[in-house]
């Protein structure tokens, strides 16, 4: 599902962010990608998005070499990855239908289809009810569902989730984790950067520890211990 091969990545001029980086992530996996600021974890989401390129190395997604991936197919390429950040990046004069809509109205989906899908999405994030609230009007735990609800559209075979918990309290990280594994059990692939230990050994899933940009440890069940 996502292979990457001996990734380097260096900002210029001679910031090294990644470091000979090998990674396998399995199809229907759900894996965290742990460490402190500085890592290298978000690197890695924005090598496989490609909103950066790798300096050295191959980035292979879904069977798709996007090493040198043309700027014409970041397109294509993103809608079979969903993402999910820390800061939400809602729209705050749309509403939540409106919001997980929009990303399928820029690809130019027939508004029909976008009728049937959005509420669809909603009901499995829990939101089916507050449809036509705005941002503000919502908790910080809903707005991030609808933010996932929107990263989950073109259902996409893969689900990056960067430090979705980063902004929520202790009750609203455990109902965000408890999303992404339904989500994962429907068959998606979940990739959970975070910092957050305590998320992580309450998973028992693969963890991928980074440092100074370099794999550390990979270990099935594994622990994040600082």
Not at 59 to 74: A, F, L, M, P, S
Not at 111 to 135: A, F
Request: glycine share 6%; proline share 4%.
């Amino acid at each position: 599902m996502i292979h990457l091969k001996k990734i380097s990545k260096i900002f210029y001029p001679k910031t090294v962010a990644l470091k000979d980086v090998n990674l396998h992530i399995r199809p229907k996996e759900f894996v965290s990608i742990v460490g402190q600021s500085g890592a290298g974890k978000s690197t890695i989401i924005k090598i496989l998005t490609a909103e950066e390129k790798a300096t050295h190395g191959n980035i292979i997604v879904g069977g798709w070499d996007i090493t040198d991936i043309k700027q014409r197919e970041i397109p294509v390429l993103r809608r079979q990855i969903g993402v999910v950040y820390q800061d939400f990046k809602l729209l705050p004069k749309k509403t939540v239908f409106e919001n997980v809509a929009f990303a399928m109205q820029v690809c130019g989906i027939p508004s029909k289809r976008i009728k049937n899908v959005v509420p669809q999405v909603l009901k499995i994030v829990g939101l089916k009810e507050k449809l036509d609230r705005y941002p503000h009007q919502i908790s910080g735990g809903e707005i991030q569902r609808a933010a996932i609800a929107r990263a989950l559209v073109h259902r996409p075979k893969i689900l990056l989730a960067d430090e979705p918990t980063g902004n929520l309290d202790s009750l609203n990280t455990k109902d965000i984790i408890d999303l992404l594994l339904k989500i994962n059990e429907f068959g998606t692939t979940v990739v959970l950067v975070t910092h957050n230990k305590d998320i992580v050994n309450r998973l028992k899933k693969r963890v991928v520890l980074l440092d100074s940009g370099q794999v550390v440890s990979d270990e099935e069940e594994g622990k994040y211990i600082l």
